[in-house]
C-alpha cells in the first residue's frame, strides 16, 4: 500500500498532478495575500487589526502548516521534474525559438525553474523580515503588534523597495505560465478553452504582480 502510495508520487502522471493543485493552492494564497496587504493603502490602525484577528485566530498554525507542505511539495517536484528533463536531454538545444502562435512557449515559461528557486530565496528573506522581523507594539483599545511600522521601516529604504519590486513581478511571470499549466497539468485543458485560460492567467499575472509591486512603491514615496 506504502510503495503504491509512493509509486504514484513520484510517477511523472503524479508529479504533473501535484504540481498542478500545489500550483492552484499557492495561486489562490497569492490573490488572498493581495487582497490583505493592500489594507495597508487604508493606514495603520486597518492594517494593523486585520493583521492581529489573523495571526491570533486559533486555525492560523494548521493553516500556515498546510501552506509550508504546499510550498515544500510544489518546490520538490518542480526540481525533481527538471532534473530528470535535463537527464532526457542533458545538451541543450543549441537554438531556441518561439514555435509560432499555437505554442505555448514564452518568456515565462522557459523561464520558471528561475524564477522559481530565486521566489524560494525571496520567500525565506520575506517571512524572516515580516512575520518573525521587528516586533513593535501599538496601543489603542488593546495592546497589539504595529506590523505597519515594521512594514514602512522596511520600505522606507530603497534596495529593498528594489528587491520586493523585483520578486513580486517575477511572481507574476511564474503566474503568467503557472495558471495555464497548473489546468493542463490537471487535464482540464480544452482547446476551446485554451485562448480564455491564457487571458485570466495574464489579467491574474499582471493582478497579482502589479499589485504587489505597487505597495512597497506607494509606501517609499508617501511614507
Ligand atoms: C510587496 C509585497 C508583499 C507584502 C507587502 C507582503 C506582506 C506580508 C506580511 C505583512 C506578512 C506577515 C503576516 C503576519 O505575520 O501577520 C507576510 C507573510 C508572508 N508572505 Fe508576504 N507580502 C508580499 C509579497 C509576498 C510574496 C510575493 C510572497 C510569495 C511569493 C509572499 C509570501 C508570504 C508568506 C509565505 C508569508 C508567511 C505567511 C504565514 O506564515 O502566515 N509574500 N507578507
Known sequence: MRSRFRRAFSSSVGTKLLMGLTGLALFAYMVLHLAGNALILAGPDLFNQYSHTLISNPLILPIELGLLAVFVIHIYKAITMWTANRRARPVGYLKKEMAGHTSRKSLAS?????????????????????????????????????????????????????????????????????????????????????????????FFAILIGGGLAAIPVWIFFTS
Not at 507594539?137 to 523585483?166: H, K, M, N
Not at 511572481?171 to 485543458?189: E, K, M, N, P, Y
Open 110 to 202: 522557459s523561464t520558471m525553474i528561475a524564477s522559481g528557486l530565486f521566489l524560494l530565496l525571496f520567500v525565506i528573506v520575506h517571512v524572516k523580515q515580516f512575520k518573525f522581523g521587528t516586533w513593535y507594539q501599538t496601543v489603542g483599545q488593546a495592546e497589539i503588534r504595529d506590523l505597519y511600522r515594521t512594514e514602512v521601516e522596511i520600505f522606507q529604504q530603497p534596495l529593498w523597495v528594489v528587491f520586493y519590486v523585483a520578486g513580486t513581478l517575477l511572481v507574476g511571470l511564474h503566474l503568467r505560465h503557472g495558471f495555464t499549466s497548473a489546468f493542463q497539468s490537471l487535464g482540464i485543458d480544452h482547446p476551446v478553452y485554451t485562448r480564455k485560460l491564457t487571458a485570466i492567467g495574464i
